[in-house]
Every structure is written in structure tokens, then in C-alpha cells.
């Protein structure tokens, strides 16, 4: 794979992903092809910095998730029964008749 700069026409030089063995551009962060993280672990989780896997409620289980049932929000549930985006309390429209 050989990529190039749509403005310069600089070609940009590759690296093999270790875990997949692909090739990705030098200096990419993840690989494009399996999401391994190429930059290492320092550069990605620094503090306070969210890593996708975590929020500060622990590891985020991503099938027992709920989402805000406002409608319009992108927050889920926490432990405490609030949306973390807008607040609202959860209540559960499917057992309303």
C-alpha cells in the first residue's frame, strides 16, 4: 500500500502492524486494519484521557449498556440511574401500555 499526499504528492513511508502484519502509514497511531494500537501506551493513555474501554465508572460493558430513554440524548445509564450526558432519570417506556 503506498500512500500519497493529495497536495504535495509526497509518498508517505510504511510500517508493518505487529499484531496483524499489514501495512499501515508511517507513524499511524492504530492500524487501519485490525485497530491495534501502533503508538504505544504511554502516548494513548494518559490521565484522564478516555480510552474507550473505560469511564469513570470502570470498564464500559458495551451489551448490558443503557441508553438514555429521553429520545434525543446520546448519554447512557450510569450505576446511579441518571444519563451522564443530560441527567434525566431512566424510565422504561416498554412496560407503559
Known sequence: M?????H????FGEETCSACQGSVPQGSRYCCWCGE???GSEEI?????WTGTEDEDGPIDFENRILCSDG???GVIGPDGL?????QPYTDDSEEG
Do not use: M, Y
Open 2 to 6: 503506498t500512500l500519497k499526499c493529495a
Open 8 to 11: 504535495c504528492g509526497e509518498v
Open 37 to 39: 494500537n501502533l503508538s
Open 45 to 49: 493513555h494518559r490521565a484522564g484521557e
Open 72 to 74: 434525543t440524548c446520546i
Open 83 to 87: 444519563c451522564k450526558e443530560c441527567g
